[in-house]
């Protein structure tokens, strides 16, 4: 399996079990083809307040 066939690619679902901080959908929202589910035993407000500030931002991954 190489890193290629590994990777996500546009229109899949990611699921990310161990939420955090949320970067899994800042990544997901600033490539703009990727929708996502985030879960997380403690405190999603962090997260959720991160993917907030990084929908209609430009980022890295995003052509203005």
């Known amino acids: 399996l190489s890193l290629h066939d590994a990777l996500p ?9 161990t939420a955090g901080s949320g970067t ?3 990544v997901c929202e600033n490539l703009g083809d990727r929708q996502y589910i985030l879960c997380e035993k403690y405190d999603i407000n962090a997260a959720l307040k991160r993917i907030s500030e990084a929908k209609g ?6 052509v203005a």
Do not use: A
């Open 9 to 17: 690619i546009s229109g899949d679902v990611i699921f990310d079990p």
């Open 57 to 62: 931002q430009v980022g890295l991954f995003n």
């Open 24 to 26: 899994t959908g800042v």
